[in-house]
Structure formats: C-alpha cells, structure tokens
C-alpha cells in the first residue's frame, strides 16, 4: 500500500473534535420547595460539573467519517503484480495512410509507400500491425496481425493496392474516428499518419486533432510528412452556360503568370480549344462561343492541357440540358377556360422545360399517355371510368397526375382514381375565407412552398383521404388541402380547390410559379437528383430511382439486383459523370473534385509542432507504458469517497433519531 499525497494523513487529528463535542455536562442540581426567600442570606455555592461521553454510535460514525475523508484525500494506491515483460513492450501500430486527391502531386504517392513500407520494417515481432486508408472516411484495409514476417507481407500487399482517389481528408474528422475503430483493442497504440497535410483539411478547433483516450489508454500518434513547401497549381473550378456560350473558369493557387489552354468537348466531341493569359495566383475565364448541344441531357467537359504536376483537377464535368420543352397534357372539359391560361402562364414564366399541351378530356386518347411525364387534371369528377382505369396503370407503371377538384367533384359521393368519399361543407363555413394553417415543408414538392401560407380558400371540396394517402397542406380548420397518394411506382396529388381564381387567389399569387415548377420537377422524377455532387458525397435515391440503374463514369453499374429494392443512397467514388436510370427515364449527374484538394499548401511548422506536440503520449504515461517488470497500482481514493457518502447519511439518521429522543436526566 502506498499513498500518492500521505499529508493529508494529517486529516486524521481533526477526529478529537466530534470526542470533544460528545462531552456532555449532566450537572442538574437538585430543587427543594420553598414559600420565600427574602429573607435569606445570600452564599456562594461551588458547583462541580460531571461530564461524561454518550452516543457512543453516533461518535463511532463521526470518527469514520473524519477519518474517511482524510484517507481519500491522501490517495492510497493498491499495489499489484508486476506485468510480463512482453505485455508491457509489445504495441498496435496502425498505418494510416492519406489518399486523397492532394496525394497524385508528382512523387508524393510513390513517397507515402515508402514511408509506410519504413514503418511496417521497424514493427518488433511482438507487435501487431494495421492498414487504415484515409480520405472522406476511415477504411480499414486490413489487420490487426502479428507482426511475423507473413503478417508483415499481408500488410505489404494490402499497400500495393491502394491508390490516392479524387476525394478529400479533413483531419479532424479524421482523427474523431479513430476511437470507433480502436474501441475493442486493448494494447497500447501507436497511429503513424502519413500524409501531406494541407493547410486547408485542419479543422477550426485544434481540440478536434487529439483523440480521446479509448479504454483508458491515451492513443500515441506519430505524424510522417512526406511533402515540404508550396507546390502551384492550376484548377478547372466551374463550367457554366452563358446564352449560346460555355464559360470555362479556370483558378491558379500559387502560381506565377502565364498562359493556358483549355480545351472543351461535348458528348465526347471536341467544340473548341482556348489559350489565354492567366495573372499570378488569379483567375481566368475561357469563352466558348455558339456552342451547339445535342437535344436532351449533354455531358461537357473541360480540360486544362498539361500546367501542373496534379492532373486529377485539370478537368470538369458538367451536364447541360438542351430541350425544348417536356410535354405534359392537361385535361379539361373547358381547356381554353382560365385554369388552363394560368397553368400555361405559369409554365412559361419557370422556362422552356415544360410544355403544356391542353385536350378535351372526353376527346382524350388514353394510348397516348405513355407520352407524358405527368398529366395535370382540371376537375377530377369528369373522369370517366374509362380513362380512370387507364390513368390507374399509367400510375402503377411510374406516372404521375396532378389533379384538382371543382364542381363536378363536388357533386359526387366518392372521387374517382383516388376512390374517397366526399363529404359536405358545413353551413357556417359555406362561402367563408379560410386560410392556410400547416404546409409539410419537409415534403420535395414544397421545399419553396412557404408563401402558400398567404393563400386564401373561399370553396373546397371537403374529403376524406384513405391510410395510403398523406395530407401535404391543410386549411386553419383541418380541412385537407392538397394531399398524395402513392400508387405502384407512381404518385398522384390533389387539390381539393380549383385553379380558376374563384375557389382560391393561388393562381395570382406570387408562389404559385414555383410552387407549380416544383410540382412539376416532382412528379416528373427529377426532383431528387441533384446534377452537380462532389467526389465523395451521396446521391439519395428515391423509390422511383431506386428501382433503376445507377451506372458509374466507368461503366459499371452499382446497384446489385437486392440493392436496387432499398438502396437509399450511392456513394459517388469517382470523377465524372453517372447516369441515373429509373422508370422516369434517364438523368446525368457529374462528379468533380473538392476545390480545397486543389490547394496545396501544407500546414505551418508552428502548426504541424503544435499537433505534433499534442498528440505525443505524456511522459508519466510513456514511462508506464515503457516499463517491464515494474508493479503497477489502482487508486482506491473512488471507493473510499463511496464508503463517506455511506457514512453521512448513516450519520444523519442516527443523529435525527437521538434529538427526537433527548430528555433531560437529574444527575
């Protein structure tokens, strides 16, 4: 037993206080009655007073605790055997090697091998060995092994295979997840990091670059820089259409005055070739003028010709959309009436991406429905059972129909399609301005829907939806506005009020454009994908999409026959361009580069000493975690602080029951 603060053991004399205050004086003198005392010479009278100690329990107690108290604060340690010699020496070391796109610049992959195949040869044979690769996440390659000659091999082959990928590192997040990683090792570890640590993957808070202790061992890591100096470098950062132009942007870091070309290519065929002059460490911008792009989705893409010693960023991708307009049918009994004008108005002012096409709903050719990515309805109580039959199988098949509701449904007891009984108005509500109360904004088709909140409703149809359906916006009294539902690999929603500006001021209103544009890219199926991603990022992928083909730029597909039925979202690994096949259709998504990947500047030395310095095991740890053959110890000052907190509160019982029980007694 040793004490790691023995003065405090000084505590032990405050113990003589509770003795001192048990010391009861038990003088109670004995009183005789008499009529009067006036008349009675005054005396001195010596009183000797009896003391004597009582409660003996409740002394016993206070004693323990005083005495519990200093124990605690002297820190006594309970000594143990001494460890084996090879558990004390023998460590994991963890090679975490950084493949991020920074690490294509000249030799610096060549250079990161080297040091790891240095490190893997320096592993004593007791140790163990593991591969980790590091980028926009933390992979494990391989290992832990013994670090035998054959598990040293395994290790090695691993490393061969790897390569530096289009991705970032950031190392704070790098770092924080260490500990999942580590969470069930138990021997000392040693992290050796190898990297070019740029300047722009350090996180705001240095706090972020020191792991937390896993398992109560504090994590040693070594960090091995294997590029010094700013290295210049030339970006392709942006590739936009200008009109009939493609403005190529190109952004120097680091670099020195001097002239480019780029060169730009449309679905595989060359459009042109740039140079111009670029100023020191600034930016320049290519114009391609009157550049022709096939009808439908075109990749584009732009390279910049041999400037620098990291190719990975002198290219970019972009999609381009060339159409003149999907077709989209609106069916009506009046097509001409004034829903249609808004509609069309509406359309035009979101662009050239829609085209309204209007046909009499009784003269409607239900063959031709495959033609359209959704059909928008006036009056859903016009349909036909007929073409409610056919609009069902065009829903179970993938498409999508936005319908409103008007007279005719509101004379009807269930609507057809979305078969829900229709209810009556109540008569003090009949001709009331209602507004609007909740709006799902979560919803894809109203994530720029808050001005709806401005809408005013004199007349709807009141329904009552069914468990398949979802209400997306609901009146101040509860009443469903629009609503959705699902059906196969489609989708139908509704509007329980017209478009004709009678029933609603919706169509005058500002939010009523975006509101329909929203809609519109919804219920075609192009809503949850996002055309521009970066290297490492996730592309969501809904129901509709999910039961398609996501193909990479290298022509693989990544959803497997199960993976197709719930997948919810693909990694993007690689530069370039995917495709997107889904029963809509097929869409284009490119894949560039992080711009900070293109910034080589490393950390400072004052920065990559201070992390340095932060992260190296302290000396107290080093020499225990050094030393063989040495007996080490468990403080017990948390069990002694478990006993006083027992006492206290025995002692405060045992107090309480005595002054409930205290009488004075005649000595």
């Known amino acids: 037993m040793n004490w790691l603060a023995p003065l405090f053991l000084a505590g032990f004399a405050a113990i003589a206080l509770p003795i001192w205050l048990h010391r009861l004086q038990t003088e109670t003198p004995t ?30 107690l206070r004693i323990m605790l005083l005495g ?16 084996a010699l090879n558990a004390a020496t023998a460590k994991m070391h963890v090679v975490l090697l950084d493949t991020s796109m920074s690490m294509q610049e000249s030799h610096r992959w060549q250079a990161a091998l080297n040091q790891a195949e240095k490190i893997i040869s320096e592993v004593g044979a007791a140790d163990r060995l593991q591969l980790i690769a590091v980028a926009d996440d933390l992979q494990v390659m391989g290992g832990p092994v013994s670090a035998t000659a054959e598990g040293k091999q395994k290790i090695r082959s691993l490393l061969q295979r790897l390569h530096a990928s289009s991705a970032q590192v950031q190392y704070g997040a790098m770092m924080n997840g260490l500990e999942p990683l580590l969470a069930e090792e138990t021997q000392s570890t040693v992290v050796h990091v190898i990297s070019d640590f740029q300047q722009t993957g350090l996180p705001v808070q240095f706090g972020d670059l020191v792991p937390r202790s896993v398992n109560g061992r504090v994590i040693e890591v070594a960090l091995h820089a294997i590029a010094k100096g700013t290295v210049p470098n030339f970006a392709v950062s942006l590739v936009e259409r200008v009109g009939t132009n493609i403005h190529v942007t ?59 010693t990291l190719s990975a960023d002198d290219v970019f991708y972009t999609v381009l ?39 009499k709903i009784e003269q409607f050719d239900v063959r031709m429905l495959d033609r359209y990515r959704f059909v928008i309805i006036d009056d859903l109580g ?6 409610a039959s056919a609009l069902d199988a065009y829903i179970q098949h993938g498409g999508a129909v936005l319908a409103t509701l008007g007279e005719c449904s509101q004379l009807l007891k ?48 009141p329904v009552t939806p069914n468990q398949e359906s979802q209400i997306l916006v609901q009146l101040d009294n509860g009443a469903p506005l629009l609503l959705e539902q699902r059906r196969g690999q489609g989708r139908i929603i509704v509007l329980t009020s017209g478009l004709d500006n ?105 920065e990559f000493a201070n992390w340095q310095r932060g992260v190296s095991v302290p000396q107290t740890e080093a020499e225990v975690g050094s030393t063989a053959g040495q007996p080490s110890g468990y403080e017990l000052w948390h069990v002694l602080l478990l006993l006083l907190g027992l006492a206290v509160l025995a002692e405060s019982l045992l107090g309480n029951t005595y002054v409930s029980r205290r009488v004075e007694v005649p000595a």
């Open 31 to 60: 009183r005789q009655v008499f009529s009067s005392a006036m008349l009675l010479l005054q005396a001195e009278r010596r009183v000797q007073v009896k003391k004597r100690l009582r409660y003996w329990l409740l002394l016993a």
């Open 68 to 83: 519990l108290l200093a124990l605690a604060f002297a820190k006594p340690l309970w000594t143990q055997p001494p460890v």
């Open 250 to 308: 190109v952004q120097g870091y680091h670099t020195a005055a001097t002239t480019l070309t780029v060169a730009l290519s449309v679905n595989g065929n060359s459009r042109g070739v740039l140079s111009m002059p670029i100023p020191a460490s600034g930016m320049a911008v290519f114009e391609f003028a009157n550049v022709l792009l096939n009808t439908g989705s075109n990749k584009i893409e732009a390279k910049l010709q041999s400037a620098d």
């Open 321 to 359: 959309e060339n159409t003149v307009g999907q077709p989209i049918a609106f069916l009506s009994a009046n097509p001409s009436a004034v829903a249609g004008t808004y509609l069309d108005a509406a359309f035009t002012a979101a662009g050239s991406r829609y085209a309204l096409q209007p046909a």
């Open 382 to 387: 016009v349909v036909s059972d007929r073409l």
């Open 414 to 461: 269930t609507l057809p399609l979305v078969t829900w009984p229709v209810g009556n108005v109540a008569s003090d509500q009949q001709g009331e301005r209602m507004s609007v109360g909740h709006v799902d904004m979560s919803h894809a088709a109203l994530s720029r829907a808050a001005g709806l909140r401005s809408v005013n409703v004199v007349r709807y149809v």
């Open 502 to 606: 009678t029933w609603n001021d919706l169509p005058i209103q500002p939010v009523f454009v975006s509101l329909l544009t929203e809609m519109a890219r919804y219920l075609s199926g192009e809503s949850s994908l996002k055309r521009q991603q970066r290297v490492g990022s996730s592309l969501p992928l809904d129901q509709a999409a999910a039961a398609g083909q996501v193909i990479d730029p290298l022509g693989k597909n990544l959803l497997s026959l199960s993976d197709s039925q719930r997948a919810r979202s693909v990694k993007l690994t690689l530069q370039g361009v995917y495709e997107v096949v889904t029963t809509a259709g097929s869409s284009l998504v490119a894949v560039n580069t992080v711009p900070d990947e293109s910034n080589l500047l490393p950390m400072s030395e004052e």
